[in-house]
């Protein structure tokens, strides 16, 4: 793409800037290639900066003299541009329109960006650090069958499947599963030794198909008084028409140590449906109390969290009160499977409750598994609208219904959470790109882009999304789903009605102030007590008395 045939002027002046009810400010606009800045004509005042990868929506109206421009951003904040003339709004609408949305990932932002400073990458996700920081070294291994894609496009080319299932067993598995997708392990639960796996739907169709080498991955992760549990992210009765198209559930009979449940987590159509909703009411800011109430209410997005979080408590009381081993799945395995296993893991390992441990998460949860970031996130134009999905954002969301149940049990805030947010949607960092390790792989995305791990592990960042309240909580989480318990995510969804600070940030800022200086002190303390000792050892070799 040539980007300079695309941009008719670079220069916009005389522009006035809204944002929310609090910002207000006139200056000029230069179009670049991947971005729209604002620049204020008060030197005191901010820059605005945004991609337009980062643009949802633009309305346009047009008068005989002003003219106005409302961007709706992915971020879910909303923009209106001033203009004074029709020309200097219809140019600066088409110049976002043509570049906002690459038919290729290539021509994203990513691929242009060079910081000034460059972050070193931070620790990748290693395979055998897990294995044995689950204390399951001789019971799990690591397999390379999918060695260039070969076996499953969507799964890494390593994967952590039981210690004693040879490769070809998981060959005849993958023949078995949707997409080729395969048992493999997720999680071990070191208290009990129960196991957590994720896979796609079998292909047991109308006639009750088998695959003996399925059932042995199954089985083998089960001990002789041990039973099972294939947890179904679907509602039995979409179960039940998927089977007439092909896929379907376990047959019982193949799989008799194997109990079945069904969550009943919505489709995607139904997610994304119930997201515009939401994100219509929210941005609603001329209704009554209760005709905003209702809107909320009608959008049902509070059910799909809760609905999320009573699937995840399910795996964790088959794992952890019975001691069970569990399998989940729905259909593909990439969307409500990741949804669940991941939201799982943040319930029954403290590690995954710290900033580390939770980055890590969503690289092993996420990114490697194949959730299709690009197509659920509409990050090129080749998208379809059916196939976006707020699938990520509902994991987030429910993620922050346990921190604000659990407060001290997170060593980081929802800041954290609003992070990952932003950058899959719209991002300068490559990490999130393509629908899978083969996709990234296919764009070089290592080589060509930066990664979003390293700017996670930035101190600055850290400290930004460190919770000063944190206190390590070992015990398995148990978030209630009720209604009055199930709330709206407002520092997200209503970040356009926030003023420029929220009363949390000045707390949690005086709060970061404080732990600082206890730390400083804390490390005064620690030199005092060594120069001491050696004064005293000192001393002591001299022979002077103390």
Not at 461 to 471: K, L, M, Q, R
Request: aromatic share 8%; hydrophobic share 35%.
């Amino acid at each position: 793409m040539e980007f300079a045939e695309l941009l008719k002027r670079r220069f916009v002046e005389n522009v006035t800037l809204r944002q929310g009810k609090f910002d207000s400010a006139k200056g000029n606009i230069h179009l670049t290639a991947h971005h729209l800045i604002f620049f204020p004509n008060d030197k005191d005042g901010k820059e605005l900066w945004m991609l337009y990868s980062n643009i949802s929506t633009m309305e346009k109206r047009v008068t005989g003299g002003p003219s106005f421009l409302t961007l709706r951003c992915r971020s879910l904040v909303i923009v209106q541009l001033d203009f004074s003339c029709v020309e200097d709004c219809q140019d600066v609408y088409n110049a976002v329109d043509k570049l906002g949305r690459p038919a290729s990932a290539e021509d994203l932002y990513p691929f242009f960006f060079r910081p000034r400073v460059s972050y070193p990458p931070s620790d990748a996700v290693n395979l055998e650090k897990e294995i044995a920081r689950f204390g399951a070294s001789s019971m799990l291994r690591i397999s390379t069958v999918n060695e260039q894609f070969k076996v499953c496009t969507s799964y890494p080319e390593a994967v952590i499947v039981p210690a004693s299932i040879t490769d070809e067993v998981l060959k005849r598995s993958a023949k078995f599963r949707q997409h080729g997708r395969f048992p493999v392990v997720a999680y071990f639960h070191e208290p009990n030794g129960a196991v957590l796996m994720r896979s796609g739907q079998p292909h047991c169709g109308p006639s009750n198909h088998r695959c003996a080498q399925d059932e042995a991955i199954l089985n083998i992760t089960l001990s002789r008084h041990r039973r099972g549990h294939i947890v179904d992210t679907r509602s039995h009765s979409t179960a039940k028409e998927h089977k007439h198209r092909g896929g379907g559930v376990e047959v019982e009979a193949h799989y008799p140590q194997w109990r079945r449940h069904h969550c009943g987590l919505e489709s995607l159509e139904s997610i994304q449906d119930s997201h515009a909703k939401l994100m219509d009411a929210c941005s609603d800011a001329t209704s009554s109390m209760g005709t905003w109430l209702g809107r909320l209410s009608g959008s049902n997005w509070l059910n799909h969290v809760a609905l999320l979080l009573q699937a995840a408590q399910s795996v964790v009381n088959c794992m952890d009160t019975e001691g069970g081993c569990v399998l989940v799945h729905g259909i593909a395995g990439w969307d409500t499977t990741l949804q669940v296993t991941a939201l799982t893991q943040v319930l029954l390992d403290p590690h995954c409750r710290t900033i580390a441990g939770f980055l890590h998460l969503v690289e092993r949860e996420w990114v490697l598994p194949g959730h299709p970031f690009s197509l659920r996130c509409g990050h090129t134009s080749v998208t379809s609208r059916s196939e976006r999905a707020p699938v990520f954002v509902l994991f987030l969301d429910s993620v922050f219904q346990v921190m604000r149940q659990y407060p001290c049990s997170f060593e980081f805030t929802d800041r954290l959470l609003m992070k990952f947010f932003e950058h899959a949607y719209s991002s300068e960092y490559g990490t999130f790109l393509g629908n899978s390790e083969r996709e990234r792989k296919a764009l070089h995305i290592t080589e060509k882009t930066q990664s979003v791990w390293g700017y996670f592990h930035q101190k600055t960042v850290i400290d930004e999304c460190t919770n000063p309240a944190y206190y390590q909580n070992t015990s398995v989480l148990s978030p209630s789903s009720a209604p009055p318990s199930v709330v709206l995510w407002r520092e997200l969804y209503l970040r356009l009605f926030r003023g420029a600070e929220r009363d949390e940030d000045v707390a949690l800022q005086a709060a970061i102030s404080i732990k600082r200086r206890l730390d400083t002190a804390k490390e005064t303390v620690a030199e005092r007590k060594r120069e001491l000792e050696e004064l005293q050892k000192l001393a002591s070799e001299k022979g002077i008395a103390a």
